[in-house]
């Protein structure tokens, strides 16, 4: 992960003011992110720069990933909140598999009453009521197997 020092520190750290380390921001000789100054960009436009306390940017870096992982945790539903949004899609899904059910009776009735009228009919239009028949028979079976 790219370590980054807010403008003071990096000033500190070079061992020059803010006013100098923001002209090199302007001048496009440092890397910004979100006001923050990328360590790599000031190591390489201070080569004299050295970072001892590695310790320290350890500490930074961790304290930047568990700020990600608490903002991550925080914006989580609770479980209350989880469970009533379960329970809603339940009853969604139960009436929805109603309606299926509804739309499946009406569509086997449909069929059945074809069947019947084809018996009165005449060859070509027992022909195109069996090709009906068939279609839908087998549209059904394709979506629901």
Not at 95 to 119: D, P, T
Request: a neutral charge; hydrophobic letters at 35%; aromatic letters at 6%.
């Amino acid at each position: 992960m790219e370590h980054h020092l807010n403008i003071s520190k990096a000033a500190k750290l070079v061992g020059i003011g803010r006013r100098q380390i923001q002209q090199e921001i302007k001048a496009g000789n440092l890397d910004v992110f979100e006001g923050d100054v990328s360590v790599s960009s000031l190591q390489e436009f201070y080569p004299q720069l050295k970072l001892d306390n590695e310790k320290e940017l350890d500490r930074v870096e961790r304290i930047q990933n568990n700020a990600v992982y608490k903002v991550q945790m925080d914006s989580l539903p609770s479980e209350r909140v989880l469970a009533e949004q379960l329970n809603r899609m339940q009853v969604k899904l139960l009436e929805a598999e109603q309606r299926v059910s509804e739309y499946e009776g009406l569509l086997m009735e449909s069929k059945h009453r074809l069947e019947i009228m084809q018996k009165d009919c005449d060859r070509k239009q027992k022909q195109t009521l069996a090709a009906f028949i068939g279609w839908m028979t087998a549209q059904y079976r394709q979506y629901h197997g």
